[in-house]
């Protein structure tokens, strides 16, 4: 069975850093191509963050409104990947969730409030 | 970047009614190599995370109820959910997995009437 499982949201203050983990399980992770995704308290999806595999050079893409501020890794020997969030703003306050293959699996999401 | 157009914003159904819900692209999602349509469309329930529904287009996902349509090519495409159930009162929404950043439609919220 697949599993997505995000951690490490907070409550934190804008031009804070935080570091989001998803772990995996039940799939064949060095394989996958792994998403970031969250969605706004208005209920608006946003795609953040892609990572391909090895295979494809571990390539990375970005929103525009997150470039140069997010980073998305990945560890396949943990089967995880990461979304480390540098100088964050109010706007990225939003429930964060990691997606694999074509987006028909999805963790549960991890909350992210930027506030004062 | 490709906007998702999605139509209407919510709407208010009876048990048993067929809906339609309308996502219209700003470019074509139709890849040409292998002619399939890069648009998927998500259910997200209260307190859960999106589902997928349909991928390419027209293509449901595994354990879809088969009352659940995808259809469209280009630019136009419809979700169309028949003979709507107490279950299916959900946010829908579409999304096109064309090209970076994909891009999601805005929801449309299905009430009941």
């Known amino acids: 069975e697949v599993q997505l499982v995000e951690t490490g949201g907070s409550l934190v203050q804008p031009g804070k850093s935080l570091k989001l983990t998803c772990a995996t399980s039940?799939?064949?992770?060095?394989?996958?191509?792994m998403h970031w995704v969250r969605q706004s308290p208005e209920k608006q999806l946003e795609w953040v963050a892609q990572i391909k595999a090895k295979s494809n050079n571990y390539a990375t893409y970005y929103a525009e409104s997150v470039k140069g501020r997010f980073t998305i890794s990945r560890d396949d020997s943990k089967s995880s990947v990461y979304l480390q969030m540098n100088s964050l703003k109010e706007e990225d306050t939003a429930i964060y969730y990691c997606?694999?293959?074509?987006?028909?699996?999805w963790g549960q999401g991890t909350l992210v409030t930027v506030s004062s | 970047d490709i906007v998702m157009t999605q139509s209407p914003s919510s709407l208010a159904v009876s048990a048993g009614e067929t809906v339609t819900i309308n996502c219209k692209s700003s470019?074509?999602?139709?890849?040409?190599?292998?002619?399939?349509?890069?648009l998927a469309w998500y259910q997200q329930k209260p307190g859960q995370s999106p589902k997928l529904l349909i991928y390419w287009a027209s293509t449901r996902q595994s354990g879809v109820p088969d009352r659940f349509i995808g259809s469209g090519s280009g630019t136009d495409f419809t979700l169309t959910i028949s003979s709507v159930q107490a279950e299916d009162l959900a946010i829908y929404y579409c999304q096109q997995y064309y090209d970076t950043p994909y891009t999601f439609g805005a929801g449309t919220k299905l009430e009941l009437k």
């Open positions: 997606c694999y293959y074509r987006f028909a699996y």
């Open positions: 039940g799939f064949t992770f060095s394989n996958a191509w």
């Open positions: 470019q074509s999602l139709l890849y040409s190599g292998n002619q399939k349509n890069y």
